[in-house]
């Protein structure tokens, strides 16, 4: 009897030990970790482990002249401006940006909507770390995303090319997510109707004609 739950466990710490790979892969400044929340990393590795959301990997070849490839450096040019990618600029991160642009080429010309995003495929590219509940709020905040995409860090040991996965949830698991996030949302309007409450009397009232 005490042997199923323990399988059960090992699954789910192996599932939740791959996702700190594949989604907090990059070290140095602003690395995070899948376990800063566990709430939502239980949900999301639940999910995975009963098929509601389906991920798949996908092996490359990194291409160390990427930046020769003028195709992909026109792409990179147009989108880093919009977004944080600005951050990073002739630094190791630009080249593996690049290259993952040149691994979803097959998915549409990309644009940039909050996110690196493919409208012809509904596809959004992820080339950076994110945790499990900014997933949830991306695919609540965007349900025309089908499919996530993110390449970790490619420069990894015992791996003889680099892997980028794919997470595409079923309809049950996006409302799941939904759910969550609701959740989250009315947890911290209640904590902020609290503590707005407890200062009552401490803080003084913004007078509302000075704006």
Request: proline share 5%; glycine share 4%.
């Amino acid at each position: 009897m005490g042997k199923e739950p323990d399988k059960k466990y090992e699954t789910m710490k192996k599932i939740m030990d791959a996702l700190e790979d594949i989604l907090c892969s990059y070290q140095g400044r602003g690395h995070q970790s899948v376990y800063v929340d566990l709430d939502s990393l239980a949900l999301f590795t639940s999910l995975i482990a009963y098929r509601q959301i389906q991920v798949e990997n996908y092996r490359y070849d990194y291409d160390d002249n990427i930046r020769e490839d003028e195709e992909a450096r026109r792409i990179y040019r147009e989108l880093a401006p919009q977004t944080r990618w600005r951050v990073g600029r002739h630094t190791q991160i630009e080249p593996i940006r690049m290259n993952a642009l040149k691994q979803l080429s097959s998915l549409g010309m990309p644009a940039y909507q909050g996110q690196i995003y493919y409208a012809d495929t509904g596809s959004v590219l992820i080339c950076g770390e994110i945790l499990p509940y900014e997933i949830f709020q991306l695919l609540t905040d965007m349900p025309e995303v089908k499919k996530l995409y993110v390449f970790p860090y490619p420069f990894r040991e015992g791996w003889e090319k680099p892997l980028y996965f794919s997470f595409e949830p079923t309809e049950a698991a996006r409302e799941e997510m939904r759910k969550y996030v609701d959740k989250k949302l009315d947890e911290m309007l209640r904590i902020m109707r609290e503590k707005s409450e407890s200062l009552d009397g401490i803080i003084p009232k913004v007078n509302e004609d000075i704006f």
